[in-house]
């Protein structure tokens, strides 16, 4: 496994879970996972990291029946990252912050927004075996319904949004806006990741035939 592709899998974590913690730091609404595990660490307790790592172990296995297979253990490492990340963020980089006037609560909403396309973006170029189960999910639609990744990512937040509502997680226009747009974000970076993955490898090719 090269070392480029890990180091790009663990930036785009890094920056996943940055994203997140914005869009929870700037309290207008999350995205729908994410509103389920803050709903689930208000009324149960433990971290939001925690519950994160709790709902997408029960999905893990969830998946594996949809698709009549075995569980992709893999995954774990992937989502046990995230929900680390995102407690360390939380709970040591942004303990304290508070966010006051609607204005900048949207405007570091919408940074989130945009930081966790650029992350999902890089991870998922990094092309690693072992993608968390709500983006195997995504994946798994698009294959099996010949489907935009845009349009694969909506369906699965539209799916999570229902849950969580259900869960009475922290549902406000926020969690609209990410719903609607995330998929577009996601599929930009993707792109945007995967033309300069290209290029550095062509580059990089180009230097070992020279040599």
């Known amino acids: 496994m090269k ?3 890990i180091l790009l899998f663990l930036t785009g974590i890094m920056v ?19 509103a389920l595990a803050v709903g689930q660490a208000q009324t149960f307790g433990f971290t939001v990291g925690t519950w994160m790592i709790i709902n997408q172990t029960a999905l893990l296995f969830i998946n594996a029946w ?3 297979e075995r569980p992709q253990f893999l995954a774990a490492i992937t989502f046990v990252l995230i929900g680390l ?9 942004f303990p304290n912050w508070q966010l006051d006037g609607m204005t900048l609560r949207w405007g570091v ?13 890089m991870y998922l170029q990094a092309e ?10 995504m994946m798994a639609l698009k294959k099996r319904f010949n489907v935009s990744l845009m ?7 539209l799916v999570a949004l229902v849950l969580a509502f259900i869960l009475q997680g922290p549902i406000n226009l926020g969690t609209l806006l990410i719903t609607v747009i995330i998929g577009p974000v996601v599929q930009f970076f993707f792109k945007q990741v995967g033309r300069i993955k290209r290029k550095f490898s062509s580059t990089a090719t180009s230097h070992t035939s020279a040599g």
Do not use: C, H, R, Y
Request: charged letters at 10%; zero cysteines; a neutral charge.
């Open 85 to 93: 990340f995102v407690d360390f963020w939380l709970l040591q980089v």
């Open 109 to 121: 909403l919408l940074l989130g927004i945009i930081v966790i396309g650029l992350g999902a973006g």
């Open 128 to 137: 690693m075996p072992m993608l968390n189960p709500i983006d195997m999910f």
């Open 16 to 34: 996943l879970t940055l994203g997140i913690s914005l869009t929870i730091k700037a309290n207008v609404g999350l995205g729908a996972w994410d």
């Open 66 to 68: 949809l698709l009549k």
């Open 151 to 157: 349009t694969a990512k909506t369906l699965g937040e």
């Open 3 to 5: 070392s480029s592709k």
